[in-house]
Each structure stands twice: as C-alpha cells, then as structure tokens.
C-alpha cells in the first residue's frame, strides 16, 4: 500500500484588473500572489501563461470586472481554462463584482439573461465553484450547477456607521427589490426600514423616476442602501427626495462603485453628504472627483471566505447567515 501524507495547497492567481485588492487579499491570508504571464497580442488577443506548477493544488483566480470588463472576463477565464490544463485539483473562480449581473432576466423579448451566461462560461472553462460579493439578485446563484458561495459586505458597513450618529436613523432602498438588503442592514444599527418608490422604462437603459418615500425619514439621518453606483442617477433622485422629506443628513452606501462617466455631475448636484463603497472594483478616477467618497477595503471577508472554502468549512458561518437572505 502506497500511503501519501496529504500536502494540501492554496494558490492565488490575479488578472489584470484591480491588482490592489488581490495583493491585499494574498496578505491577509499570509502568502504570494502565484505569478501570471500576462500580455496581448497586437491582434487584441490576449496571452496567458502560468509561471509555475498548479498539479494538485487548490487555486483561486480573482479578478474585478469594470471599465474594460470584457477583456477582464476572457482574460479571468484564460487563467481558468490554463489551471484546468495545468491539473489543478480544485479552481475557484471569485468575481468580487459579478459581471452582466443586472442582466438576470428578460424585460423585453429576444433579450439574453447575460447573467446565466457569464456563469456557463466559466463552469465550462473550468471553475468548480464560483464566489462574488453582494448579487444584484441572488436568483444568479441558481443559474450555476456549481457551488456558487455569496459574500456579504453588510458587516464592514454595518461596523462604519454603527457609532455613527445620535439621532434616529433611517436605512432606505432606493427601490422595493432591495428591501431585504435595507433591513439586514438596518436592524445592527436599530434603524426605521423604508424604499423609493421608483418607475424605470425597461427600454431606456440608465434612466429612473423617482417618486415618493414609504417610510420615517423626517428629522432622521437617511442611508440609501444599494449594491451598485453606476451612473448615479437612481442614487440621486431618490437623495433629493429624502431631503424634501426632511431627511437630516444623507448618506448612500453601495457596495460595487462603478462610477460610469457622467455620474460625477449627477452625483455632486445630488444633496449627498458621504458615499460609502467597497474596493470590489478598481476606482476609475470618478469616486476621487466627488470628493465624499469613502472606499472600504472586501479583502477580509474574501480573505475569511477562501480560507473557509480551502478547509471545506462552512462560508455562511461567517456571516451567521445573512448572505443568504
């Protein structure tokens, strides 16, 4: 009998987007990032190769996608397609945005679920288990046959404005759909659970209305809770309303901070006193621009979660549940 003492390894890879947060990520967990060859071909193609063996060990690729997110998305699943051919025992595709995540359904006909497809493209490249931090919707994780685990940055905001104010607070949605999101959040902090209620055009892309507030917001400091910023005009409209309302302060936390070009002079028209994000995507220069932006850094809850996922223990132990409400 041939007896092998078990010699379990973790490697953690990076593309090219948000390098920052990988290194980040690599540290809290005590290690190196594994070196990728990284270069594109004058054609656009891009050219990946791994510096070093993966036969056996459990390996993690990582990768923000904005800006360029197609060229980040073909160039995360080269890397994955590479530790396939590599013989890597176990490849953990972490998309701490989840690209196309607005795309999760049809709202006119002949649309694609772009969400679904991102998904069966990496499975197909290889990856056995997927993990991204805060969906948009958490319907996403069904449209994977693999393990897909679902982080949650509510500690991290939760822990910012816990000691935050004196007064009463209100934690409002910018729509009804992310109620759930407000009320986890609200409840560490004893706070008053309301949304906007809000009509979007389905066939104009970017543009919202917003038209009344349900819920306390008079006299009370108001957080408008969403996952993402991206042009900043859901953000905005449903800012003034609150201030008309009679909202103290406002403040906005999301976690994905895309910040498209435009949305800096939507959001500094906007009455927003702070904005709030995490470092799940690389800042394009916009955030800076605002002037009240706070980035806080993901990279130990990713860091928690890798480590739970390379032991085979529990990841919704970490948050005590809540990232799958």
């Known amino acids: 009998m041939i007896e092998q003492e078990n010699k379990k390894k973790m490697l953690i890879y990076s593309g090219s987007s948000n390098a920052e947060l990988a290194n980040k990520v690599a540290k809290e967990l005590g290690t190196d990032l594994a070196e990728v060859e990284k270069e594109q071909f004058a054609s656009g193609e891009i050219y990946i190769r791994l510096a070093e063996s993966a036969r056996g060990a459990d390996c993690f ?27 890597a025992k176990r490849i953990t595709a972490v998309l701490p945005f989840y690209p196309y995540s607005r795309q999760d359904k049809k709202a006119l006909p002949r649309e694609p679920i772009s969400a679904r497809l ?12 997927l993990v991204s931090i805060d969906l948009h919707t958490q319907q996403i994780q069904g449209f994977i046959h693999e393990p897909f685990d679902h982080l949650t940055a509510v500690p991290l905001f939760v822990e910012y404005f816990k000691d935050k104010y004196k007064d009463p607070v209100s934690v409002i949605s910018p729509d009804a759909g992310g109620v759930k999101r407000a009320t986890t959040f609200a409840k560490h902090l004893e706070a008053y659970v309301g949304f906007v209620h809000k009509k979007r055009d389905p066939s104009k892309h970017n543009e919202v ?21 991206d042009t900043g005009g859901t953000i905005a409209a449903a800012s003034r309303i609150l201030k008309e309302r009679g909202a103290k302060t406002v403040s906005v936390v999301a976690t ?66 809540e990232n799958v409400l």
């Open 61 to 87: 690729v990582l990768q923000s996608h904005s800006g360029g997110i197609n060229f980040t998305i073909m160039e995360q699943l080269l890397i994955v397609d590479a530790l396939k051919r590599a013989s």
């Open 256 to 321: 994905h901070g895309i910040f498209s070009d435009g949305s800096v002079e939507t959001l500094k028209d906007a009455p927003i006193d702070e904005i709030v994000v995490t470092d799940t995507l690389e800042q394009n220069g916009n955030s800076e621009a605002l002037g009240n932006v706070k980035v806080l850094s993901v990279s130990g809850i990713i860091a928690n979660a890798l480590t739970s996922i390379f032991a085979d223990d529990s990841v919704s132990a970490l948050f005590m549940g």
């Open 209 to 229: 209305k917003a038209f009344t507030v349900i819920g306390e917001v008079e006299d009370r400091h108001a957080i408008l809770v969403d996952d993402i910023i």
């Open 118 to 129: 991102i998904g069966d493209l990496f499975i197909a490249a290889g990856a056995n288990r």
